[in-house]
């Protein structure tokens, strides 16, 4: 053990003076060294570190800036589709993918089939306004880069995500919202529905179903942690979207820190009580954030790097689906007090990570930070300013079925996502899941009978039609 960890601390620092790494700038690449010092710690475990990263070609790759989920006044927002998208464009975003309540999301240039009830319940925001698009050309022109560009002189184009939407789009009592992308053309799930509370299993069934893919909303507003710190803790939810998780391979991740960080200030311990029972039955969840931008100030809020040989929709999709991207936040009540806002700093930014499994470590360089915590099953192992590497045999008796790594600075907080780890020899409990027999599964029963029932009347299709835009309800 102690000359395999030897050898391996050589070979790190030989690979750290070659590696590239991504740069200040999120769709640029600049060469540097890697900045962390090996050390040797002699353990007793040899581990497997499953790296979510691991496709990624540092140096060849970019790091795009992601606003995965914002709103306009298509559905309850203020800013019209042509506000939205030049705000996010001028902002620096390199994709876009508005994600209206219950509107299926269309090209920049054409006006989606709006829900008039869910606009004028929102009429505040909305004003019942027109619903204002891009022009041809002026699409054209952000879909090419026109008026800004990379570091490196090239134009920097903004992907246009078409198809995604806000799924359960008005669920009562509070939102149980999903986000749903890639869906099939002529195949969305979800346009007009306005959901049943509770009810996340039906919408990412469905989905599934269509080709798409999902991730799971400010969990914490359904969950209540907001105003009860242990209710993120309670064995019921983690319980429930286990199964969601467990049940749907399309489902790949929950929001953990959105908005200002309010509902999802404790989403971070949720995520951690649902990896704890995922990851003993092979399934990782990935870490989301998003601005859920309302109003054009607050588009800037939160976003994800995604890390991408090119900037297609195909290479989103797969980052979605294999974690390789970091979730960023100007806002982290809980790590960094609830009155922060690092909007007027650059958030953190990893430019390069490494995970060495002859020596059990995973290293990485940094920018805009100034502390790190490491994380195993929910508890910090270790934390400090320059915690950039970790060698696994250094805290082998803190250690479960995962680690993960945070970093905070002026501008706010990053989330790595969940590395899976697996101790040699030693076999993995796997923790027992029982079937969610809860309120809204009986909900959806009564949801779908009084579709059956009722929904097909002359008059109750006429009142659909004109306030829902369609003859559905849930």
């Known amino acids: 053990m102690k000359f395999r960890k030897f050898i391996s601390v050589i070979l790190v620092a030989v690979m750290a003076m070659g590696v590239f790494t991504a740069g200040a700038s999120a ?79 269309v090209p920049w240039n054409e006006i989606p089939t709006t829900v008039p009830i869910y606009r ?52 009562p009592i509070n939102d149980c919202h999903v986000n749903g992308f890639f869906m099939r053309p002529g195949e969305e ?82 995520w951690d009580n649902i990896l704890k029972l995922t990851i003993p039955h092979g399934r990782n969840v990935f870490a989301f954030t998003f601005s859920d931008g309302h109003k054009i100030d607050q588009y800037n809020r939160n976003y994800t790097y995604m890390l991408m040989p090119e900037l297609t929709n195909e290479a989103l999709r797969t980052s979605m689906e294999t974690g390789a991207f970091f979730a960023c936040s100007h806002y982290a009540r809980a790590d960094l007090g609830e009155e922060f806002n690092g909007e007027e700093f650059e958030t953190p930014f990893v430019s390069v990570l490494d995970v060495n499994q002859k020596s059990d470590t995973i290293s990485f360089n940094a920018d805009n930070f100034n502390y790190v915590r490491w994380y195993s099953d929910g508890e910090i192992i270790a934390e400090g300013e320059n ?29 790595s996502q969940a590395f899976p780890i697996t101790a040699e020899g030693e076999e ?25 029932l009722l929904g097909w009347t002359p008059i109750m299709a006429l009142i659909r039609y004109f306030l829902w835009g369609t003859y559905w309800w849930f």
């Open 120 to 171: 004028l319940f929102k009429f505040g925001n909305t004003k019942m306004g027109n619903v204002d698009i891009l022009t041809d050309e002026r699409r054209a022109e952000i879909l090419a880069g026109v008026g800004r560009t990379n570091a490196d002189g090239t134009p920097q184009p903004m992907l246009e995500v078409i198809g995604s939407a806000e799924l359960n789009g008005a669920t």
């Open 189 to 270: 799930y979800g346009q007009a529905r306005m959901g049943v509370y509770g009810d996340y299993e039906t919408v990412v069934e469905k989905v599934g179903e269509a080709g798409g893919i999902t991730f799971l909303d400010h969990v914490g507003e359904y969950v209540g942690s907001e105003y009860d710190i242990t209710r993120a803790s309670e064995p019921y939810y983690a319980n429930k979207f286990a199964n969601v998780f467990l049940d749907n391979p399309s489902c790949v991740g929950m929001d953990v820190n959105s908005g200002v960080n309010n509902h999802t200030i404790y989403d971070y311990i949720l």
């Open 27 to 105: 769709s640029t690449l600049t060469e540097k060294k890697v900045d962390f010092v090996p050390r040797d710690v002699q353990g007793e475990k040899n581990y497997t570190i499953e790296n979510p990263y691991k496709d990624v070609q540092w140096g060849k790759w970019h790091a795009y800036k992601a606003s995965l989920h914002s709103h306009t006044n298509a559905s309850d927002a203020v800013p019209t589709i042509a506000e939205s998208v030049e705000k996010h464009y001028e902002l620096g975003y390199d994709i876009l993918a508005i994600s209206d309540h219950a509107v299926i999301g």
């Open 387 to 415: 915690l950039t590497y970790l060698d696994l045999n250094a805290y082998e008796d803190k250690l479960g079925c995962y680690v993960r790594f945070t970093l905070t600075g002026p501008g706010g907080i990053l989330y």
């Open 428 to 452: 993995i409990e796997k923790p027992l899941i029982v079937p969610t027999n809860d309120v809204p599964e009986f909900l959806r029963f009564l949801a779908d009978t009084a579709n059956v």
